[in-house]
């Protein structure tokens, strides 16, 4: 089955996240704040750690400019919040964090080198065993995630599916596309924004990530055209 990998991964998650949020509901206000600051902490490390696997800085900073010029022209966040806001209102959710906990979560879960190598392996026919261990990893995950930012992290499986899902399918269709180099200025693309997501979270200051994704299409672009075009 060509999306076994993705579909266990969505699995985890759903069950992970269920589980959270039964476990959030019980905790006192002061744990859940608590908790919420060390998410924050965790995501900020996390994303060091995968922005530092980049080594082209140009393609970085370049992809982040333009990506965010383009996320302000478009109005990202504004209109994810609109959109955020409606679901929030027909599914009767009253957690403030729902568009936080699905950016976030999404990021977590797909800008991994283990997402865009598992996904490539699944589709070149090589099993999924890397999925099948992110799935695990996603899942214990989902659950600290949803204990604090409720049910947005569920939400996450729709950006998951599309992403992680159609990254598969181009491997399917196109064999092996992705280039390392590629998948290592994607991810620290990721991670720069996960680190922006950390600073929300913390409430250091606000900073509109929405508008910033852009950034992560760029960049396989413009390594794409660098390795391409202009090799070392």
Same mark, same amino acid.
Request: with cysteine; net charge neutral.
């Given at each position: 089955?060509? !999306? ?6 969505? $699995?985890?998650? =759903?069950? @992970? *996240?269920?589980?959270?949020?039964? +476990?959030? %509901? ?14 924050? !902490? ?6 060091i $750690?995968?922005? =530092?696997? @980049? *080594?082209?800085?140009?393609?970085? +900073?370049? %992809? ?30 009253g ?72 990254i ?18 994607l ?46």
């Open positions: 089955m060509i !999306l076994q990998g993705t579909l266990v991964n969505i $699995v985890a998650v =759903l069950i @992970g *996240s269920t589980i959270g949020m039964v +476990v959030g %509901s019980r905790l006192p206000q002061r744990v859940v704040k608590s908790v919420f600051q060390a998410i924050g !902490l965790f995501t900020i490390v996390i994303g $750690v995968m922005a =530092l696997k @980049g *080594s082209e800085m140009l393609v970085i +900073v370049f %992809s982040l400019i333009i990506g965010t010029i383009i996320g302000e022209l478009l109005r990202i966040d504004e209109s994810t919040e609109r959109m955020s806001a409606k679901i929030k209102r027909i599914l009767k959710v957690n403030p964090h729902f568009s936080e906990g699905l950016i976030t979560s999404f990021l977590l879960f797909c800008m991994g080198a283990m997402t865009i190598l598992g996904a490539i392996d699944e589709g070149l026919g090589n099993g999924s065993e890397i999925l099948f261990t992110k799935s695990m990893m996603d899942g214990f995950s989902s659950m600290a995630l949803a204990s604090v930012m409720g049910v947005g992290v569920t939400f996450s499986i729709v950006p998951m599916l599309i992403y992680q899902g159609g598969t399918l181009l491997a399917y269709w196109l064999g092996d596309f992705m280039a390392q180099q590629i998948i290592s200025e991810t620290a693309v990721g991670g720069i924004l996960l680190i922006g997501l950390g600073i929300n979270i913390l409430e250091i200051k606000q900073l509109k990530i929405m508008n910033m994704l852009p950034a992560l299409l760029l960049v396989i672009l413009f390594t794409w055209i660098k390795i391409s075009y202009f090799p070392n």
